[in-house]
């Protein structure tokens, strides 16, 4: 579903302006420990985009009780970390498997898809920035019908079935009956087809078809005959989703994606391997194609990097801890100083032109503040780390009646 939402957009960017922003501005606003979270500057008028954005898309499923009542607690069953760089004119998508092994804030290591349940959007957003050591500065999050409702509204796709296949969850309400060989398929069809993981890759295997889907989908957005089905789409949009983006920065990512469609489109998915109940996590390549994919740098650049961490006198400890933390996300040349340091927030300080660097470092410490001083002395990278309080929202028990 990555590359769904920013060429949906594109595609309908051309299309009556004020009729777009109005059916976008129907797109539901998330709760509110997620609406609009403070942002630095990423968009300017008209229409330009200034910065880096990163969107987290997240599918949700759907929980039954033991009567086979829908509960208000869902799962994240699909999680992709879309890049939108107007420095280097891409977009890259990473797709997380939602088996993947993760820590969860509050709650401790657990299939990373455990973590909207406990805690929505925002302690998904949270876990996905800690596995990552990646800024996550919106969300989209997908129904269970979403998809689906997207693919009818342009008339379905045709898709190369690789395989014969069939699957029945009585107790979901759902059936899988596909025939090897091309098809036109409608929206349930292809969402079975892209949600069939019972084969030997599992959910590798499903993640893979996502990623052939959103080729075709790409392909037919592209149509001119598309612009047709502009109406249905927006609806469809409107009424399935819900997002901390604003319509007009909706817009904005539309019409970069739309001026920049001949430019590299990326996809991966986390590198891993099969292990009992999880994929897990390889950082030994994860860590390398996060530095490129979101922050523009080399591995070997990163390594290169000197960073300097200070704490405030007798917490010596947090400086230590903040510097294993750096060296796990690909930080080599890391040394902790005696120097006293003052700051009330864990502050990371970069005194280099270019602050890729120094964003890998802030989104690796959490809610670390960055802040640019060219001018001074000192180390490429200073870190001030300082004891950060409790976030007593970061992550609690599903709730059968509750609304997360």
């Given at each position: 579903?990555?590359?769904?939402?920013?060429?949906?957009?594109?595609?309908?960017?051309?299309?009556?302006?004020?009729?777009?922003?109005?059916?976008?501005?129907?797109?539901?606003?998330?709760?509110?420990?997620?609406?609009?979270?403070?942002?630095?500057?990423?968009?300017?008028?008209?229409?330009?985009?200034?910065?880096?954005?990163?969107?987290?898309?997240?599918?949700?499923?759907?929980?039954?009780?033991?009567?086979?009542?829908?509960?208000?607690?869902?799962?994240?069953?699909?999680?992709?970390?879309?890049?939108?760089?107007?420095?280097?004119?891409?977009?890259?998508?990473?797709?997380?498997?939602?088996?993947?092994?993760?820590?969860?804030?509050?709650?401790?290591?657990?299939?990373?898809?455990?973590?909207?349940?406990?805690?929505?959007?925002?302690?998904?957003?949270?876990?996905?920035?800690?596995?990552?050591?990646?800024?996550?500065?919106?969300?989209?999050?997908?129904?269970?019908?979403?998809?689906?409702?997207?693919?009818?509204?342009?008339?379905?796709?045709?898709?190369?079935?690789?395989?014969?296949?069939?699957?029945?969850?009585?107790?979901?309400?759902?059936?899988?009956?596909?025939?090897?060989?091309?098809?036109?398929?409608?929206?349930?069809?292809?969402?079975?087809?892209?949600?069939?993981?019972?084969?030997?890759?599992?959910?590798?295997?499903?993640?893979?078809?996502?990623?052939?889907?959103?080729?075709?989908?790409?392909?037919?957005?592209?149509?001119?005959?598309?612009?047709?089905?502009?109406?249905?789409?927006?609806?469809?949009?409107?009424?399935?989703?819900?997002?901390?983006?604003?319509?007009?920065?909706?817009?904005?990512?539309?019409?970069?994606?739309?001026?920049?469609?001949?430019?590299?489109?990326?996809?991966?998915?986390?590198?891993?391997?099969?292990?009992?109940?999880?994929?897990?996590?390889?950082?030994?390549?994860?860590?390398?194609?996060v530095a490129d994919l979101f922050y523009g740098l080399s591995a070997a650049e990163l390594a290169d990097?000197?960073?300097?961490?200070?704490?405030?006198?007798?917490?010596?400890?947090?400086?230590?801890?903040?510097?294993?933390?750096?060296?796990?996300?690909?930080?080599?040349?890391?040394?902790?100083?005696?120097?006293?340091?003052?700051?009330?927030?864990?502050?990371?300080?970069?005194?280099?032109?270019?602050?890729?660097?120094?964003?890998?470092?802030?989104?690796?410490?959490?809610?670390?503040?960055?802040?640019?001083?060219?001018?001074?002395?000192?180390?490429?990278?200073?870190?001030?780390?300082?004891?950060?309080?409790?976030?007593?929202?970061?992550?609690?028990?599903?709730?059968?009646?509750?609304?997360?």
């Open positions: 579903m990555a590359r769904a939402i920013p060429l949906l957009v594109a595609t309908v960017g051309g299309l009556a302006l004020g009729g777009y922003i109005y059916l976008l501005a129907q797109v539901a606003v998330g709760p509110a420990d997620v609406a609009r979270r403070p942002q630095a500057r990423l968009f300017a008028w008209p229409f330009r985009l200034v910065d880096r954005v990163n969107v987290l898309v997240i599918g949700v499923d759907v929980t039954l009780d033991g009567r086979r009542r829908v509960l208000n607690v869902s799962r994240a069953d699909s999680l992709i970390l879309v890049s939108v760089d107007p420095k280097r004119r891409r977009i890259a998508a990473l797709a997380i498997p939602r088996d993947t092994r993760a820590f969860i804030p509050g709650i401790g290591e657990t299939k990373i898809n455990a973590s909207y349940a406990y805690g929505g959007p925002r302690l998904t957003i949270r876990t996905v920035e800690h596995l990552l050591a990646v800024k996550v500065h919106y969300y989209v999050k997908l129904g269970p019908q979403s998809f689906a409702q997207l693919i009818d509204a342009i008339g379905g796709l045709d898709v190369d079935v690789e395989k014969d296949m069939r699957y029945t969850d009585s107790w979901a309400g759902y059936s899988i009956n596909l025939k090897k060989g091309r098809h036109h398929l409608n929206g349930d069809q292809v969402t079975g087809y892209i949600r069939f993981r019972h084969d030997e890759m599992g959910d590798i295997g499903r993640v893979e078809r996502q990623r052939k889907v959103m080729n075709t989908l790409v392909r037919r957005l592209r149509q001119p005959e598309t612009i047709l089905h502009a109406p249905s789409l927006l609806r469809a949009f409107a009424r399935n989703t819900q997002t901390d983006l604003g319509a007009v920065e909706l817009m904005t990512l539309g019409l970069f994606a739309l001026r920049a469609k001949d430019a590299p489109l990326l996809e991966y998915t986390l590198p891993g391997g099969f292990a009992p109940m999880y994929w897990e996590p390889d950082f030994g390549r994860i860590r390398p194609l990097t000197l960073v300097e961490v200070r704490s405030p006198p007798g917490q010596a400890a947090l400086a230590w801890q903040a510097a294993a933390r750096l060296q796990e996300v690909g930080f080599h040349n890391v040394k902790v100083s005696t120097q006293p340091a003052a700051a009330e927030v864990t502050t990371v300080v970069a005194r280099m032109p270019e602050a890729g660097a120094a964003r890998l470092a802030a989104a690796a410490l959490g809610r670390a503040v960055l802040r640019h001083d060219l001018g001074a002395a000192g180390a490429p990278i200073t870190v001030i780390a300082v004891r950060q309080p409790i976030d007593r929202a970061q992550g609690t028990l599903p709730r059968r009646n509750g609304s997360q």
